[in-house]
């Protein structure tokens, strides 16, 4: 069997920009396989050259087993494409584009009408079919764009953050339909994405990119169990902040948190709560808010980066309904 | 063997897209002409302005029919008929770039990209939808002036040569500005490009006989192509049908179109580079 994605060394740089320095990546068939990052961290970058949009710098990438540079007709013809800020011309309706795209790929037209007429219910868009697509809401966008992605059967569909800018529900519904794609028709997808939470929910393996770079590679729960201690979070008045940094030093390792908040690795577990509280109330710091975190991807993050995913550009991990799309990086 | 394998896929891909293109290009010209369609304040500027300004002109040159060197007409919309028609089609072709450069801005060019799509298709489908729409509005250009008692004299033979005049004059115009729309990827600048190409139309003998102008714009408008196109295709409504007046106003902006789409084409291989 093909690998359906298969990266060594991939480079991109832009003039003095380096925005992908050297991504491996092998993407195993019928998965789900998310790449995880910040704005500008080279996620964007690395599809449009896996979908060969852009030329790599340096390095190979082959994707359903042809290689993207030398053999990108193929390499087209076999995947599918949602991207970013692709947009859909607003003036057709999803039915004339639908037909566009089975044109654009040379399918036979019997096989596109029937495939269009089942994607369309697959998705929920069979009533909107005939109207166009600039009355349609931001999520009906997105089931379109799949539904188009997905009208040729390609090997490997790409999704470049598919739910940035969708409300909860719609995001709710889009994650559905992806679970069924894969379960019921094993179809492999690749997919970024800013949101912990989406890599968590969809992907049986992720990718951690930063700077260009993938620091973490592995399933979700996996990573999480790397990083091994939960995370303990106290709220203390600004006066007692060191005084409970030094109580807390005891009990594991200072971990990176948002302004205000003093954060650990709780080495011993739960088990060790009591102990901390009363360590804390020996040193009479009054305690404003405390809370004990099972690892999470943002833990994988901040141990491989130092930083917060969550909360680092405008809380946009935390709200995906928050953020409207932005400029691909 | 294993070297020749990517080579002999790469050659059967490419195969696959010659067959495909001429459906692809079709069914990207139908895009073009239904979204066309679709902007009434897309093509209603292109049918309106220059019969206003053909009908302003009726009258302000209503006595200068009478000038000696003034050809012999029915009325001066009789005269005008060539020089609206190319104005009119002229709009069009403006706009036809102008959506090649905002496919471009808003990311449905890179959706086609992304596809298997016959690359030329892209550009052909663009301007065959422009063609397919300038040859309507010359018949439409046609019957209005009709009612109006403009007749042609050269009959349909007169009519279908310039529905070809129409159709070359709007791939002339669709080059250059698809060339300068790929090249910017901007709407804006292509509209920019737009008043140049009327001061082209408006420094020829299109409202006026070069025979009654003095000095360098009579230079300007004896040396200008689209006059040589107006002129032909004015002697065919005027006057009656003739092969080599068909000829001229058919292969002048032929031969210039040849020239843009080549620009366009350059332009297109320039920006599928620059990924490269």
């Known amino acids: ?329 | 063997m294993a070297v020749a394998a990517p080579a002999a896929g790469q050659a059967r891909a490419g195969r696959e897209r010659q067959i495909h293109l001429p459906a692809q290009a079709l069914a990207l010209a139908g895009r073009s002409v239904r979204s066309t369609a679709r902007q009434p304040e897309m093509w209603l500027p292109s049918m309106i302005f220059p019969l206003l300004i053909a009908a302003v002109n009726n009258s302000a040159m209503a006595k200068a029919v009478l000038l000696p060197g003034f050809p012999p007409v029915d009325s001066v919309l009789q005269f005008l008929l060539p020089a609206t028609v190319v104005q009119g089609v002229m709009f069009g072709a403006v706009s036809g770039g102008s959506d090649l450069a905002l496919d471009i801005e808003n990311g449905f060019f890179e959706r086609l990209i992304a596809s298997p799509v016959a690359r030329p298709a892209i550009l052909v489908g663009r301007l065959a939808g422009g063609a397919v729409l300038g040859a309507c509005q010359a018949v439409i250009f046609v019957v209005i002036f009709r009612v109006f008692g403009a007749h042609v004299v050269g009959g349909p033979p007169a009519v279908l040569v310039l529905m070809a005049m129409a159709v070359m004059v709007t791939l002339m115009v669709g080059g250059i500005t698809a060339a300068v729309g790929i090249r910017t990827g901007s709407q804006e600048s292509v509209d920019a490009a737009f008043p140049l190409i009327f001061i082209l139309l408006f420094m020829s003998s299109a409202f006026f006989p070069a025979e009654l102008m003095d000095g360098w714009f009579r230079w300007m408008a004896e040396h200008n192509p689209l006059s040589w196109m107006i002129d032909a295709a004015r002697r065919l409504v005027l006057f009656g049908f003739d092969w080599s007046d068909a000829a001229v106003a058919v292969v002048v902006p032929g031969l210039i179109s040849v020239l843009t789409i080549a620009l366009a084409v350059r332009q297109m291989r320039k920006r599928l580079e620059r990924a490269r």
């Open chain 1, 1 to 329: 069997m093909t690998i359906p994605v298969e990266a060594v060394g991939l480079v991109r740089r832009f003039g003095d920009i380096v925005a992908v320095a050297g991504v491996d990546l092998r993407v195993e068939p019928g998965e789900v396989f998310a790449f995880l990052g910040p704005n500008g961290a080279g996620k964007s970058t690395t599809v449009r050259m896996l979908t060969t949009l852009l030329a790599p710098s340096a390095g190979t990438a082959r994707v359903a087993g042809y290689d993207v540079v030398t053999e990108a007709a193929q390499v087209r013809r076999a995947i599918g494409v949602a991207l970013q800020d692709a947009a859909i011309d607003p003036l057709m309706t999803g039915r004339e584009l639908l037909r566009l795209q089975a044109v654009l790929y040379g399918l036979p037209r019997a096989r596109a009408e029937a495939r269009s007429a089942e994607l369309l219910e697959r998705v929920g868009l069979t009533a909107a079919a005939g109207r166009r697509v600039g009355k349609y809401s931001g999520g009906m966008r997105r089931r379109l764009d799949l539904a188009l992605s997905l009208l040729h059967e390609p090997e490997v569909l790409f999704l470049d953050e598919p739910t940035t800018g969708l409300d909860p529900t719609s995001r709710l519904n889009l994650w559905d339909e992806l679970r069924t794609l894969n379960l019921e028709h094993g179809t492999t997808v690749f997919l970024t994405t800013q949101y912990l939470e989406e890599a968590d929910q969809l992907a049986a393996r992720i990718a951690i990119i930063d700077g260009g770079r993938i620091v973490r590679e592995g399933e979700p729960n996996r990573l999480k169990a790397e990083v091994g201690a939960p995370t303990l979070r106290i709220e203390v008045r600004d006066a007692q902040a060191d005084v409970a940094r030094t109580v807390l030093a005891r009990f594991g390792a200072e971990r990176p948190d948002r302004a205000g908040v003093l954060a650990i690795g709780l080495d011993g577990g739960a088990a060790e709560m009591t102990s901390v509280v009363r360590a804390l109330d020996e040193a009479s710091v009054v305690i404003e808010h405390m809370e004990l975190n099972a690892p999470s991807l943002d833990d994988v993050f901040a141990e491989a980066t130092g930083r917060r995913l969550e909360g680092a550009d405008g809380d946009a991990a935390a709200g995906p309904g928050a953020t409207p799309g932005e400029p691909a990086a």
